[in-house]
């Protein structure tokens, strides 16, 4: 296996156990993000923890998807949908190091983008 390959698959595996451990997290209802979701939407608790399981779900399928076949687009919303999880830390209240440590979060998946992009695939 060539060293550009075993590259790909460590930032395939990266961002697919990222996005695989947030899915499961918010299926499972995670209080703090249903907390959140509620603090930044103003949704009850009924919707919130509705709207976290689908995240959850939608999280779950891109972590698959990024393993079984990678596409371009998607991974610029991975790299999105990381920031802005990252983000959320710090617009309720949390320190900005919440914000800063979660950076492989949306880095990864535009890494991979740009590995992608680069060798135009």
Do not use: C
């Not at 995240?55 to 371009?72: F, N, T």
């Amino acid at each position: 296996m060539t060293n550009e390959k075993k590259l790909e698959w460590i930032l395939r595996i990266g961002v697919a156990g990222e996005f695989l451990g947030h899915g499961v997290f918010a299926v499972l209802g995670k209080a703090d993000w249903i907390k959140w979701t509620q603090q930044l939407t103003g949704l009850d608790l009924a919707t919130a923890t509705m709207f976290m399981t689908v995240v959850g779900a939608a999280d779950i399928l891109l972590a698959v998807l990024v393993l079984w076949k990678p596409m371009k687009p998607i991974l610029l919303w991975m790299a999105f949908w990381g920031f802005w999880t990252a983000l959320v830390r710090p617009l309720v209240g949390l320190p900005i190091w919440d914000f800063i440590e979660r950076f492989a979060n949306w880095a990864a998946p535009l890494a991979l983008y740009y590995f992608y992009k680069s060798n135009n695939r």
